[in-house]
Nanobody, 127 residues
Protein backbone atom coordinates (compact mmCIF):
# COMPACT_ATOMS: atom_id res chain seq x y z
CA UNK A 1 0.00 0.00 0.00
CA UNK A 2 1.25 3.47 -0.92
CA UNK A 3 0.01 6.60 0.79
CA UNK A 4 0.29 9.87 -1.08
CA UNK A 5 0.00 13.26 0.59
CA UNK A 6 -0.23 16.43 -1.47
CA UNK A 7 0.65 19.91 -0.25
CA UNK A 8 1.29 23.37 -1.62
CA UNK A 9 -2.11 24.37 -2.89
CA UNK A 10 -3.67 27.72 -2.18
CA UNK A 11 -5.08 30.94 -3.58
CA UNK A 12 -3.05 32.82 -6.17
CA UNK A 13 -3.72 35.62 -8.63
CA UNK A 14 -3.73 34.98 -12.35
CA UNK A 15 -0.19 35.00 -13.69
CA UNK A 16 1.20 33.74 -10.41
CA UNK A 17 2.96 30.52 -9.51
CA UNK A 18 2.60 27.61 -7.11
CA UNK A 19 4.59 24.49 -6.37
CA UNK A 20 2.71 21.37 -5.41
CA UNK A 21 4.43 18.51 -3.61
CA UNK A 22 3.38 14.90 -3.18
CA UNK A 23 5.13 12.75 -0.60
CA UNK A 24 4.87 8.98 -0.96
CA UNK A 25 5.12 6.55 1.93
CA UNK A 26 6.81 3.59 0.30
CA UNK A 27 10.27 2.02 0.22
CA UNK A 28 9.84 1.29 -3.47
CA UNK A 29 9.10 4.75 -4.84
CA UNK A 30 11.24 4.09 -7.91
CA UNK A 31 8.84 1.31 -8.93
CA UNK A 32 6.15 3.90 -9.63
CA UNK A 33 5.56 6.32 -12.42
CA UNK A 34 3.84 9.38 -10.99
CA UNK A 35 1.12 11.62 -12.29
CA UNK A 36 -0.87 14.71 -11.48
CA UNK A 37 -4.56 15.04 -12.26
CA UNK A 38 -7.06 17.77 -11.49
CA UNK A 39 -10.78 18.05 -11.07
CA UNK A 40 -12.76 21.26 -11.32
CA UNK A 41 -16.30 21.51 -9.91
CA UNK A 42 -18.77 19.70 -12.11
CA UNK A 43 -16.09 18.29 -14.38
CA UNK A 44 -14.33 14.96 -14.86
CA UNK A 45 -10.94 14.39 -13.32
CA UNK A 46 -8.40 15.13 -16.05
CA UNK A 47 -4.77 14.34 -16.68
CA UNK A 48 -2.24 17.13 -16.10
CA UNK A 49 1.27 15.67 -16.17
CA UNK A 50 3.22 12.45 -15.65
CA UNK A 51 6.82 11.41 -15.05
CA UNK A 52 8.47 8.04 -15.44
CA UNK A 53 10.16 6.01 -12.74
CA UNK A 54 13.62 7.23 -13.73
CA UNK A 55 12.31 10.80 -14.38
CA UNK A 56 13.69 10.89 -17.92
CA UNK A 57 10.27 10.81 -19.56
CA UNK A 58 7.60 13.41 -18.92
CA UNK A 59 4.27 14.10 -20.55
CA UNK A 60 1.86 17.03 -20.28
CA UNK A 61 -1.67 17.87 -21.18
CA UNK A 62 -1.81 20.43 -23.97
CA UNK A 63 -3.56 22.89 -21.66
CA UNK A 64 -0.55 23.12 -19.33
CA UNK A 65 2.35 22.48 -21.69
CA UNK A 66 4.97 25.22 -21.38
CA UNK A 67 3.54 26.47 -18.07
CA UNK A 68 3.74 23.45 -15.74
CA UNK A 69 6.75 21.28 -14.93
CA UNK A 70 6.68 17.89 -13.26
CA UNK A 71 9.75 16.54 -11.47
CA UNK A 72 10.62 13.97 -8.85
CA UNK A 73 13.22 13.44 -6.18
CA UNK A 74 13.58 9.69 -5.70
CA UNK A 75 15.80 10.19 -2.64
CA UNK A 76 12.94 12.05 -0.94
CA UNK A 77 10.07 9.94 -2.31
CA UNK A 78 8.50 13.14 -3.58
CA UNK A 79 7.04 14.37 -6.86
CA UNK A 80 6.52 18.05 -7.63
CA UNK A 81 4.37 20.11 -9.94
CA UNK A 82 5.62 23.62 -10.58
CA UNK A 83 2.84 25.75 -12.01
CA UNK A 84 3.64 29.08 -13.64
CA UNK A 85 1.51 31.63 -15.48
CA UNK A 86 -1.56 30.33 -13.72
CA UNK A 87 -4.98 31.02 -15.20
CA UNK A 88 -8.43 31.03 -13.61
CA UNK A 89 -9.23 27.87 -15.60
CA UNK A 90 -6.47 26.07 -13.69
CA UNK A 91 -8.66 26.26 -10.59
CA UNK A 92 -9.28 22.70 -9.38
CA UNK A 93 -8.43 20.10 -6.80
CA UNK A 94 -5.08 18.62 -7.80
CA UNK A 95 -4.43 14.95 -7.17
CA UNK A 96 -1.19 13.03 -7.11
CA UNK A 97 -1.24 9.41 -8.33
CA UNK A 98 1.14 6.46 -8.52
CA UNK A 99 1.28 3.88 -11.30
CA UNK A 100 3.08 0.61 -10.65
CA UNK A 101 4.79 0.82 -14.03
CA UNK A 102 6.47 -2.26 -15.42
CA UNK A 103 9.00 -0.41 -17.54
CA UNK A 104 11.33 2.24 -16.30
CA UNK A 105 10.39 4.95 -18.81
CA UNK A 106 6.68 4.28 -19.17
CA UNK A 107 4.16 7.01 -18.46
CA UNK A 108 0.40 6.93 -18.80
CA UNK A 109 -2.30 9.57 -19.08
CA UNK A 110 -5.09 7.07 -18.35
CA UNK A 111 -6.70 7.65 -14.97
CA UNK A 112 -7.57 3.99 -14.43
CA UNK A 113 -3.95 2.93 -14.90
CA UNK A 114 -3.00 4.56 -11.61
CA UNK A 115 -3.03 2.35 -8.55
CA UNK A 116 -2.88 4.87 -5.70
CA UNK A 117 -4.24 8.37 -5.19
CA UNK A 118 -3.76 11.19 -2.75
CA UNK A 119 -6.56 13.18 -1.12
CA UNK A 120 -5.96 16.24 -3.25
CA UNK A 121 -5.01 19.86 -2.68
CA UNK A 122 -7.09 22.86 -3.73
CA UNK A 123 -5.68 25.38 -6.17
CA UNK A 124 -7.68 28.54 -6.75
CA UNK A 125 -6.61 31.15 -9.29
CA UNK A 126 -8.35 34.51 -9.08
CA UNK A 127 -8.74 36.79 -12.08
Amino acid sequence: QVQLVESGGGLVQAGGSLRLSCAASTRTFTNYAMGWFRQAPGKEREFVAAISRAYLTTYYADSVKGRFTISRDNAKNTVYLIMNSLKPEDTAVYYCAADRATTIEAVTIVRNDYDYWGQGTQVTVSS
